[in-house]
């Protein structure tokens, strides 16, 4: 069975900065994307970056500039650095994954992770 844990969220002043974790355990042959998602209350969940498995990444124009996305294949962990916070940047933010739990298996699975709270205060 696959996990997804998330860890790093919190309360943070406008101008600060948090660093969000995600780590897959459990059977895993490879992981394709990983991307970070958030849902801010009443707003539907938005994609904000992904990363490909060679580390290509993209971004949404209301993080470009201030948060980066990494991971670390070896540790089967995605990062979200995030600078430069703003009060709208409040949210649940959540992270996926696309993973091919076998090497025989006919597709690959999406998993998500449990979300992290973030707040930005003014």
């Known amino acids: 069975q696959v996990q997804l844990v998330e860890s790093g969220g919190g309360l943070v002043q406008a101008g600060g900065s948090l660093r969000l974790s995600c780590a897959a355990s459990g059977s895993i042959f490879s992981i394709n994307a990983m991307a970070w998602y958030r849902q801010a209350p009443g707003k539907q969940r938005e994609l904000i970056a992904d990363?490909?498995?060679?580390?290509?990444?993209a971004y949404a124009d209301s993080v470009k500039g201030r948060f980066t996305i990494s991971r670390d294949n070896a540790k089967n962990t995605v990062y979200l650095q995030m600078n430069s916070l703003k009060p709208e940047d409040t949210a649940d933010y959540y992270c996926?994954?696309?993973?091919?739990?076998?090497?025989?298996?006919?597709?690959?699975?999406?998993?998500w992770g449990q979300g992290t709270q973030v707040t930005v205060s003014s």
């Open positions: 990363i490909t498995r060679v580390g290509t990444t």
């Open positions: 996926y994954m696309n993973i091919w739990v076998h090497s025989s298996d006919d597709q690959s699975i999406d998993y």
